[in-house]
Every structure is written in structure tokens, then in C-alpha cells.
């Protein structure tokens, strides 16, 4: 299987959003108004999984080229807090490029941490999700898309809305749209290339920022590029305080390299 590397560098990402743009798409939000309308368009949504900062990257690649898109935020994501104030701000930011933000909601952590097996219950809990954030961030949440829906056995949920959102993983928009995904890093079925040079009237195209980097890396690369930066955005942070506060940083720069974190 060939993974196409190169497929996932910003350059790229620029080009992919110029032929969409040339080949007449306009980006829209997740509304059926506007779907169900017969106009050519594509769902231009990022997951976003692992990494906020890239996130803020590709929308201002986006704004470059007046587009918009909508940004689905995990609240339980290992990776970032959305909540913490460095992320609070960066979410701020692509808030105010005029961006969108969805709700990316994690039902397996509420079967698996919370044991809930009642799914009218767990709906309710993706009101309070979506309501959080909604409050936390002065914004109104419209999406949902399910974090992992294979996984976490929800590929059966397709009724239009959930929890009050627009569903993405709706049988209106599985019907309606070509979809293509780029899970894990590598197309897993189509290439994004290829459906475009299709020319498909819909499209529902699904991200993950972490995926797209300056330049070539594997997958693995790529995460741990994200995991790196956030490791030492944290230890500056702690530096930072030691500093700002006037005291005494021990064992800074003595570090033994064996010392397992
Ligand atoms: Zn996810």
C-alpha cells in the first residue's frame, strides 16, 4: 500500500484547497438548508483529535483563502485541554477567523469510564458537552461528530440530529455526500486527490490537523512532533513561573538523560 507521505505537507493542503475552490465548491457548514439545496459543496470538517496548534494552522491557511470550515472539539482528548489557558486562546483565535466549532463527542468514554449503557442517557450528556462549550466560549454548537465511531459502536446513529446537532455521521449526509477521510495519517480508501479530480457535486471531507505538517514525516512521526511540542511547552511553562517568581530552579540544566519522565 503506498501511504502518500507527501500528500500530507501544507503546500499541498493549499493546493487541495485552490482546485476545490477553481472546480466551483463552495464550503459550507453543517446546516440542511444549505444541504439539502442542490448547490455544489463540500463539508470541509476537521476532527481534531491530537493537536490544537495545527488546528490554528490550517485555519489560517484557510483564511488565506477565505474559507471556512468547522473545527469539532474533543473534550476528553488525551492530547490537549481545550480548557487550559494557552488552548483556551488558540481556540479563541479560530473562533475569530470566523470559523466553526462542532462537537466532538467521545460516547465510548461514557460506556467505558462512566458505564453508562443507557444511550438517552448518554445524549445527555453530549447536551452538557456541547452546552460547556458553548458557555465556556460564548459560541453556539450546531454539529456533533462521534470521536472513534467504530470503536465505540455508534456507526448505527444515524438519525439527522443528535443531542440537538446536526449529525455528521447522518444517513442524509452519508447519502448525499462523497465522503473521504484521512484517519491514522493515510488514506485509508480514497485519496483525497482522486475525489477531487472526480468532481463529485458533495463532498464531506474529514481532517485531523495533526495529520498536515510543514513537511514529509510518517504518521508516527507526526504525533509525536505534537506530543514533543507540548512536552516542552509544559516544562517552559514551568520554568517560566520559577522565573517570573524569582526562584531558584533547581536541578535545571543538570539533567540526567536517563531519568525517565
Ligand atoms: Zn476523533
Redesign the pocket.
Known sequence: MKYYFEDFIETNYKGILEKLIQQGYQFIGFDYEIINSGTKFVLWRH???HSLNRAYRLAEIEEEFGIKATY?I?IQSGFYNVFEPDQYEILCRIIDKGHTVGL?F?HGFYTKSRHLINNDEIEKCAIIEKEMLEKYFNIKINAV????PEASNVLNLKQGYYAGMVNAYSKIIGDKCKYCSDSNGYWRYDRLLDVIENDYDRLHILT?PVWWVPYEMSPYERIKRCTDGRRNSVIKRYCDILEQSARENIGYGQENSEVQY
Open positions: 476532527d481534531v483529535d469539532f474533543h466532538h467521545d461528530s462521534f470521536h472513534n485531523h
